[in-house]
Protein backbone atom coordinates (compact mmCIF):
# COMPACT_ATOMS: atom_id res chain seq x y z
CA UNK A 1 0.00 0.00 0.00
CA UNK A 2 1.10 3.49 -0.90
CA UNK A 3 2.47 5.53 2.09
CA UNK A 4 0.72 8.78 1.29
CA UNK A 5 -0.95 11.11 3.99
CA UNK A 6 -4.07 10.85 4.98
CA UNK A 7 -5.16 13.88 4.68
CA UNK A 8 -3.28 17.65 4.21
CA UNK A 9 -3.89 20.95 4.40
CA UNK A 10 -2.82 22.21 1.17
CA UNK A 11 -2.72 20.17 -2.15
CA UNK A 12 0.28 21.74 -3.45
CA UNK A 13 3.49 22.69 -1.74
CA UNK A 14 6.42 24.78 -2.30
CA UNK A 15 10.02 23.54 -2.78
CA UNK A 16 11.68 24.49 0.35
CA UNK A 17 15.03 24.82 1.78
CA UNK A 18 17.25 21.73 2.24
CA UNK A 19 19.98 23.30 4.14
CA UNK A 20 21.23 22.04 7.38
CA UNK A 21 21.78 18.78 8.77
CA UNK A 22 19.49 16.89 10.68
CA UNK A 23 18.58 18.21 14.10
CA UNK A 24 15.77 16.08 15.13
CA UNK A 25 15.29 12.17 14.19
CA UNK A 26 18.84 11.53 14.37
CA UNK A 27 19.41 8.81 16.53
CA UNK A 28 18.65 5.52 16.94
CA UNK A 29 15.43 5.36 19.49
CA UNK A 30 13.41 2.77 18.83
CA UNK A 31 15.37 -0.33 17.76
CA UNK A 32 19.09 -1.72 18.31
CA UNK A 33 20.61 -0.90 14.62
CA UNK A 34 20.10 1.87 11.96
CA UNK A 35 20.30 2.86 8.73
CA UNK A 36 21.37 6.81 8.47
CA UNK A 37 21.59 8.86 5.48
CA UNK A 38 24.79 11.44 5.16
CA UNK A 39 22.76 13.07 1.94
CA UNK A 40 20.50 15.61 1.89
CA UNK A 41 17.79 14.22 -0.78
CA UNK A 42 13.61 13.97 -1.27
CA UNK A 43 12.94 10.07 -0.71
CA UNK A 44 9.63 9.08 -2.67
CA UNK A 45 7.11 6.90 -1.19
CA UNK A 46 7.73 4.02 -3.51
CA UNK A 47 11.42 4.15 -2.28
CA UNK A 48 10.64 3.64 1.39
CA UNK A 49 8.32 0.80 0.56
CA UNK A 50 10.93 -0.77 -1.55
CA UNK A 51 13.21 -0.60 1.30
CA UNK A 52 10.81 -1.99 3.62
CA UNK A 53 10.11 -4.74 1.60
CA UNK A 54 14.07 -5.59 0.86
CA UNK A 55 14.72 -5.36 5.03
CA UNK A 56 11.58 -7.71 6.08
CA UNK A 57 11.92 -9.97 2.98
CA UNK A 58 15.82 -10.53 4.16
CA UNK A 59 14.73 -10.47 8.05
CA UNK A 60 12.44 -13.35 6.89
CA UNK A 61 9.41 -11.71 8.80
CA UNK A 62 11.72 -12.10 12.53
CA UNK A 63 12.66 -8.69 14.42
CA UNK A 64 10.80 -5.42 14.26
CA UNK A 65 11.47 -2.91 11.58
CA UNK A 66 11.21 0.90 12.36
CA UNK A 67 10.40 3.02 9.33
CA UNK A 68 11.60 6.50 10.83
CA UNK A 69 10.59 9.05 7.63
CA UNK A 70 7.16 9.89 6.36
CA UNK A 71 6.24 11.21 2.86
CA UNK A 72 4.48 14.78 4.08
CA UNK A 73 5.20 16.58 0.82
CA UNK A 74 3.52 16.59 -2.21
CA UNK A 75 5.31 16.93 -5.64
CA UNK A 76 3.50 18.09 -8.83
CA UNK A 77 4.31 17.51 -12.10
CA UNK A 78 2.98 18.93 -15.41
CA UNK A 79 1.88 16.33 -18.24
CA UNK A 80 4.35 16.17 -21.18
CA UNK A 81 4.11 17.57 -24.41
CA UNK A 82 2.17 20.99 -22.24
CA UNK A 83 2.70 24.19 -23.16
CA UNK A 84 3.62 26.68 -20.18
CA UNK A 85 1.16 28.72 -18.37
CA UNK A 86 -2.40 26.89 -17.22
CA UNK A 87 -1.30 26.72 -13.80
CA UNK A 88 0.67 24.37 -11.64
CA UNK A 89 0.71 20.17 -12.39
CA UNK A 90 -1.43 18.21 -10.81
CA UNK A 91 0.23 16.15 -7.24
CA UNK A 92 2.11 13.31 -8.95
CA UNK A 93 4.07 11.60 -5.92
CA UNK A 94 5.11 11.99 -2.23
CA UNK A 95 8.65 12.81 -0.90
CA UNK A 96 9.99 12.37 2.50
CA UNK A 97 12.49 15.51 2.91
CA UNK A 98 15.76 13.87 4.57
CA UNK A 99 19.31 15.67 5.78
CA UNK A 100 22.57 14.39 6.64
CA UNK A 101 22.35 12.85 9.84
CA UNK A 102 18.35 12.00 9.40
CA UNK A 103 17.62 7.90 10.41
CA UNK A 104 15.56 6.20 7.61
CA UNK A 105 14.83 2.59 9.19
CA UNK A 106 15.83 1.08 12.58
CA UNK A 107 15.66 -2.66 12.95
CA UNK A 108 15.73 -4.27 16.40
CA UNK A 109 15.22 -8.27 17.71
CA UNK A 110 17.87 -9.47 14.64
CA UNK A 111 21.73 -10.20 15.00
CA UNK A 112 24.13 -7.62 14.05
CA UNK A 113 25.13 -9.50 10.97
CA UNK A 114 21.54 -9.60 9.42
CA UNK A 115 20.76 -6.50 10.69
CA UNK A 116 23.64 -5.05 8.75
CA UNK A 117 22.92 -6.90 5.68
CA UNK A 118 18.91 -6.00 5.43
CA UNK A 119 20.40 -2.25 5.46
CA UNK A 120 22.70 -2.96 2.59
CA UNK A 121 19.63 -3.82 0.52
CA UNK A 122 17.75 -1.32 1.63
CA UNK A 123 20.40 1.30 0.74
CA UNK A 124 20.78 -0.26 -2.78
CA UNK A 125 16.96 1.20 -3.43
CA UNK A 126 18.19 4.43 -2.16
CA UNK A 127 19.97 7.37 -4.11
CA UNK A 128 21.76 8.72 -1.21
CA UNK A 129 24.70 7.88 0.72
CA UNK A 130 24.22 6.09 4.04
CA UNK A 131 25.69 3.83 6.57
CA UNK A 132 24.51 1.08 9.53
CA UNK A 133 24.55 3.01 12.45
CA UNK A 134 23.84 0.97 16.23
CA UNK A 135 22.56 2.60 19.36
CA UNK A 136 26.33 1.49 20.97
CA UNK A 137 28.36 3.37 18.21
CA UNK A 138 25.82 6.56 18.92
CA UNK A 139 26.71 6.92 21.90
CA UNK A 140 30.02 7.26 22.09
CA UNK B 1 27.02 1.49 43.34
CA UNK B 2 27.89 3.42 39.60
CA UNK B 3 32.02 4.43 40.26
CA UNK B 4 33.05 8.00 40.31
CA UNK B 5 35.58 8.75 38.29
CA UNK B 6 37.86 11.98 37.97
CA UNK B 7 38.10 14.60 35.79
CA UNK B 8 40.36 17.20 35.26
CA UNK B 9 38.80 20.51 33.97
CA UNK B 10 39.27 24.07 33.04
CA UNK B 11 37.66 27.45 33.93
CA UNK B 12 36.97 28.64 30.50
CA UNK B 13 36.49 32.69 30.13
CA UNK B 14 35.11 33.21 26.55
CA UNK B 15 31.96 31.45 25.05
CA UNK B 16 30.92 32.95 21.95
CA UNK B 17 30.39 30.11 19.40
CA UNK B 18 33.59 30.70 16.95
CA UNK B 19 35.87 30.50 19.78
CA UNK B 20 33.93 27.06 21.55
CA UNK B 21 34.24 25.72 17.34
CA UNK B 22 38.09 26.86 18.03
CA UNK B 23 38.25 25.01 20.85
CA UNK B 24 36.99 21.65 19.33
CA UNK B 25 39.09 21.36 16.39
CA UNK B 26 41.96 21.80 19.38
CA UNK B 27 40.41 18.47 20.47
CA UNK B 28 38.95 20.34 23.78
CA UNK B 29 35.21 19.98 24.52
CA UNK B 30 33.40 23.01 26.21
CA UNK B 31 31.47 22.32 29.26
CA UNK B 32 29.13 24.21 31.67
CA UNK B 33 29.09 23.22 35.38
CA UNK B 34 25.85 24.21 37.37
CA UNK B 35 23.97 23.38 40.41
CA UNK B 36 21.43 24.50 43.05
CA UNK B 37 23.83 25.95 45.28
CA UNK B 38 26.65 27.35 42.81
CA UNK B 39 26.84 30.15 40.15
CA UNK B 40 26.97 28.47 36.90
CA UNK B 41 30.64 28.15 35.47
CA UNK B 42 31.61 27.78 32.07
CA UNK B 43 34.40 24.93 31.68
CA UNK B 44 36.68 23.12 29.02
CA UNK B 45 38.05 19.01 29.20
CA UNK B 46 40.26 17.24 27.07
CA UNK B 47 37.76 15.20 24.29
CA UNK B 48 40.69 11.90 24.49
CA UNK B 49 39.95 11.82 27.99
CA UNK B 50 36.40 12.52 28.06
CA UNK B 51 35.66 9.63 25.06
CA UNK B 52 37.57 7.30 27.00
CA UNK B 53 35.69 7.64 29.84
CA UNK B 54 32.28 7.55 28.14
CA UNK B 55 33.15 4.24 26.40
CA UNK B 56 33.99 2.53 29.62
CA UNK B 57 30.50 3.21 30.76
CA UNK B 58 27.23 1.99 30.16
CA UNK B 59 25.60 5.39 29.68
CA UNK B 60 26.20 8.98 29.18
CA UNK B 61 24.93 9.72 33.13
CA UNK B 62 27.87 8.98 35.50
CA UNK B 63 28.93 10.80 38.35
CA UNK B 64 32.29 12.16 38.18
CA UNK B 65 34.60 14.20 40.35
CA UNK B 66 35.44 17.29 38.90
CA UNK B 67 38.96 18.60 39.94
CA UNK B 68 38.30 22.46 38.29
CA UNK B 69 41.98 24.12 38.00
CA UNK B 70 42.50 26.84 40.35
CA UNK B 71 40.41 25.65 43.33
CA UNK B 72 41.16 23.80 46.03
CA UNK B 73 38.17 21.31 46.80
CA UNK B 74 36.82 18.99 44.22
CA UNK B 75 33.07 18.78 43.39
CA UNK B 76 30.69 16.23 42.88
CA UNK B 77 28.65 16.04 39.65
CA UNK B 78 26.35 14.27 37.64
CA UNK B 79 26.82 14.11 33.73
CA UNK B 80 23.56 15.63 32.88
CA UNK B 81 24.06 15.64 29.16
CA UNK B 82 25.97 14.99 26.95
CA UNK B 83 25.64 16.66 23.18
CA UNK B 84 26.93 14.26 20.83
CA UNK B 85 27.49 15.20 17.28
CA UNK B 86 25.39 12.28 15.18
CA UNK B 87 26.76 12.42 11.50
CA UNK B 88 30.66 13.38 12.51
CA UNK B 89 31.04 11.25 15.75
CA UNK B 90 32.31 12.96 18.68
CA UNK B 91 31.45 15.31 21.51
CA UNK B 92 29.85 18.45 21.30
CA UNK B 93 29.31 19.67 24.89
CA UNK B 94 28.61 18.54 28.02
CA UNK B 95 26.73 19.36 31.06
CA UNK B 96 27.85 18.75 34.81
CA UNK B 97 25.03 19.57 37.36
CA UNK B 98 26.88 19.79 40.98
CA UNK B 99 25.48 17.59 43.49
CA UNK B 100 25.35 17.27 46.98
CA UNK B 101 26.44 13.81 48.63
CA UNK B 102 23.18 13.74 51.05
CA UNK B 103 21.06 15.11 48.44
CA UNK B 104 18.71 12.58 46.05
CA UNK B 105 19.38 12.99 42.49
CA UNK B 106 17.23 11.77 39.41
CA UNK B 107 19.55 10.45 36.59
CA UNK B 108 19.06 7.96 33.93
CA UNK B 109 20.11 4.59 34.42
CA UNK B 110 20.44 2.43 31.00
CA UNK B 111 18.36 -0.87 31.26
CA UNK B 112 20.02 -3.89 30.67
CA UNK B 113 18.52 -7.61 29.46
CA UNK B 114 20.54 -10.58 29.98
CA UNK B 115 19.42 -14.09 28.73
CA UNK B 116 17.99 -12.87 25.57
CA UNK B 117 19.15 -15.51 23.27
CA UNK B 118 17.36 -18.47 25.87
CA UNK B 119 14.10 -16.51 25.79
CA UNK B 120 14.09 -15.84 21.99
CA UNK B 121 14.16 -20.01 21.78
CA UNK B 122 11.30 -20.62 23.25
CA UNK B 123 9.73 -19.18 19.58
CA UNK B 124 9.03 -15.64 20.61
CA UNK B 125 11.15 -12.40 19.93
CA UNK B 126 12.01 -10.13 22.69
CA UNK B 127 11.36 -6.13 22.06
CA UNK B 128 13.17 -3.83 24.17
CA UNK B 129 10.71 -0.78 24.63
CA UNK B 130 13.07 1.02 27.90
CA UNK B 131 16.12 1.22 26.87
CA UNK B 132 16.89 3.73 29.82
CA UNK B 133 15.22 4.12 33.12
CA UNK B 134 14.69 7.69 35.50
CA UNK B 135 15.81 6.71 38.92
CA UNK B 136 15.46 8.51 42.36
CA UNK B 137 18.29 7.88 44.80
CA UNK B 138 21.31 9.63 46.76
CA UNK B 139 24.27 9.48 44.76
CA UNK B 140 25.92 6.89 46.26
CA UNK B 141 23.42 4.48 45.57
CA UNK B 142 23.07 5.50 41.81
CA UNK B 143 23.71 1.92 40.35
CA UNK B 144 25.54 2.10 36.70
CA UNK B 145 22.98 -0.26 34.83
CA UNK B 146 19.91 -2.41 35.80
CA UNK B 147 20.37 -5.81 34.57
CA UNK B 148 17.42 -8.45 34.20
CA UNK B 149 17.29 -11.47 33.30
CA UNK B 150 14.61 -12.25 30.65
CA UNK B 151 15.21 -16.06 30.63
CA UNK B 152 12.54 -17.04 32.29
CA UNK B 153 9.71 -14.88 30.21
CA UNK B 154 7.17 -17.11 28.10
CA UNK B 155 5.70 -16.03 25.01
CA UNK B 156 3.37 -13.46 25.67
CA UNK B 157 4.81 -11.65 28.84
CA UNK B 158 5.72 -8.11 29.28
CA UNK B 159 8.55 -7.26 31.67
CA UNK B 160 7.04 -4.36 33.98
CA UNK B 161 8.81 -2.01 35.76
CA UNK B 162 7.30 -3.79 39.10
CA UNK B 163 9.09 -6.91 38.23
CA UNK B 164 12.98 -4.66 37.94
CA UNK B 165 15.04 -5.52 40.94
CA UNK B 166 16.55 -2.13 42.37
CA UNK B 167 19.40 -1.96 44.64
CA UNK B 168 18.45 -0.70 48.14
CA UNK B 169 17.36 3.01 48.57
CA UNK B 170 17.01 3.18 44.58
CA UNK B 171 13.15 3.68 43.10
CA UNK B 172 12.03 4.37 39.58
CA UNK B 173 10.18 7.61 38.56
CA UNK B 174 7.61 5.68 35.87
CA UNK B 175 4.85 3.78 37.04
CA UNK B 176 5.08 -0.03 38.44
CA UNK B 177 3.08 -0.98 35.44
CA UNK B 178 5.31 0.39 32.22
CA UNK B 179 6.35 -1.89 30.24
CA UNK B 180 9.93 -2.65 29.99
CA UNK B 181 10.22 -5.44 27.07
CA UNK B 182 7.82 -7.74 26.03
CA UNK B 183 8.24 -11.18 24.26
CA UNK B 184 6.28 -11.15 21.54
CA UNK B 185 5.19 -14.06 18.41
CA UNK B 186 7.18 -13.67 16.07
CA UNK B 187 4.64 -11.86 13.24
CA UNK B 188 4.12 -14.39 10.60
CA UNK B 189 5.05 -17.44 10.22
CA UNK B 190 3.71 -18.93 7.84
CA UNK B 191 5.08 -16.98 4.86
CA UNK B 192 8.33 -17.96 5.32
CA UNK B 193 7.37 -21.83 5.34
CA UNK B 194 5.25 -21.41 2.29
CA UNK B 195 7.82 -21.11 -0.43
CA UNK B 196 9.84 -23.78 0.63
CA UNK B 197 6.85 -26.23 0.16
CA UNK B 198 6.58 -24.67 -3.42
CA UNK B 199 10.22 -25.29 -4.52
CA UNK B 200 10.44 -28.48 -5.64
CA UNK B 201 8.43 -26.30 -8.61
CA UNK B 202 10.71 -24.94 -10.76
CA UNK B 203 9.54 -22.16 -12.57
CA UNK B 204 6.40 -21.39 -10.05
CA UNK B 205 6.57 -17.63 -9.01
CA UNK B 206 7.48 -17.14 -5.46
CA UNK B 207 5.97 -14.14 -5.13
CA UNK B 208 2.18 -15.31 -5.97
CA UNK B 209 3.00 -18.25 -3.67
CA UNK B 210 4.12 -16.59 -0.24
CA UNK B 211 1.03 -16.15 0.83
CA UNK B 212 -0.54 -18.72 2.23
CA UNK B 213 0.03 -22.67 1.60
CA UNK B 214 -3.16 -22.90 -0.32
CA UNK B 215 -2.15 -20.34 -2.67
CA UNK B 216 1.33 -22.11 -2.82
CA UNK B 217 -0.55 -25.30 -4.04
CA UNK B 218 -2.24 -23.35 -7.57
CA UNK B 219 0.89 -22.27 -9.70
CA UNK B 220 2.51 -25.72 -8.09
CA UNK B 221 0.43 -27.79 -9.86
CA UNK B 222 -0.24 -24.93 -12.83
CA UNK B 223 4.00 -25.43 -13.50
CA UNK B 224 4.31 -29.07 -15.31
CA UNK B 225 1.15 -28.23 -17.76
CA UNK B 226 4.14 -25.25 -18.73
CA UNK B 227 6.68 -27.67 -19.71
Redesign the interface.
Known amino acids: MALLPKRVKHRKTQRGSRAG??TVG??VSYG?FGL?T?DRAWIKNNQIEACRVAITRHL?????VFIRIFPHKPVTARPPETRMGKGKGAPEFWVAVVY??TMLFEI??VPEALARDACRLAANKLGVRTRFVS?QS??? | MAKILDISVEPRERSNSGVVNRLRKAGTIPAVMYGRKIQATNLQLNAKNF?SI??SSA??NILVNLKVAGQAQDQLALIQEVQ?D??KGGVLHVDFHAIAADEKIHASVPVLLTGVEAA?KKGG????IL?SLEVHCLPKDLPESITHLVSVLEVGDALHISDLKFPEGVSAKLDGHVVVAVLKE????E??AAPVAAAPAKGAPAAKAAPAAAAAKAPAAKAPAKK
Not at chain 2, 125 to 128: D, G
Open positions: NANKEQLKRKGAPGAGRMMH | SLKSDHYLEMLEHHPLVAEV
